[in-house]
């Protein structure tokens, strides 16, 4: 079954501190991987794609990574900010058919 | 440009009332979807067109309706709600079906009494 699952399901850190979000998948077969950003009571926004090919890619203080191998992605974030504060969702989309798979998400809260 | 846009905000439905959410994109995506977000749960697809003339059943289309209407716009009907349906409904789009980005509307939080 084509699945997609994130840990930690929620997650406090202060201001300024650097954490690491995973999303392991079992979707196959496999053509790329965002992470999105939804802040509360607003739709997702994407951050970054990966496809089979890359390991690692960045936008800002967000550094995505994937191993094809193992089927595990990462999203880390350095020198959290306050505007940090949102859900962050895997998505995982299959390249058989007009079909993305959604994580439940990772719910980010940073204190000051 | 406004990008996807979704009416109305916030709405309050009794069981058994119907309503249409109204969904309009202006990048001209040709693809646009509903999905449904209840807490703890992934967003899950209720309904998607690849292009503007197709509709097709998503994860969980049972209860729903939709119309293509133009390449712009894209609405979920209720015909009966029930308090399952009690949710946020998010719109997208994108340029090409599942591997494109899609770009989300602001949501509309439903609640069926």
């Known amino acids: 079954k084509n699945q997609v699952e994130q840990s930690p399901q929620s997650l406090i850190i202060l201001e300024g501190k650097n954490c690491t979000l995973q999303c392991n998948y079992t979707v196959s077969p496999f053509s790329n991987l965002r992470w999105y950003k939804q802040d509360t009571g607003r739709g997702p926004v994407s951050l970054t794609i990966?496809?089979?090919?890359?390991n690692t890619k960045s936008n800002g203080r967000y550094t995505a990574t994937l191993d094809a191998d193992t089927k595990q992605s990462s999203l880390h974030i350095t020198a959290s900010q306050l505007s940090d504060s949102a859900s962050y969702i895997c998505v995982v989309s299959l390249s058989s058919a007009s079909k993305i798979i959604f994580g439940s998400g990772t719910r980010l809260s940073i204190r000051p | 440009n406004a990008g996807v846009t979704q009416t109305p905000k916030f709405q309050v439905l009794k069981t058994g009332q119907s309503m249409t959410l109204q969904c309009a994109q202006d990048m001209n995506h040709n693809s646009m979807y509903w999905y449904r977000q209840d807490p703890g749960m992934g967003l899950r697809l209720i309904y998607y067109s690849a292009s503007e003339g197709t509709t097709d059943k998503g994860e969980v289309p049972n209860g729903y309706n939709v119309s293509r209407l133009n390449k712009r716009e894209f609405s979920l009907r209720l015909e009966s709600a029930a308090p399952s349906q009690t949710s946020v409904y998010f719109c997208a789009s994108s340029e090409l079906p599942s591997r494109d980005e899609q770009y989300f509307g602001p949501g509309t939080r439903l609640t069926v009494t």
């Open positions: 990966m496809t089979f090919s890359e």
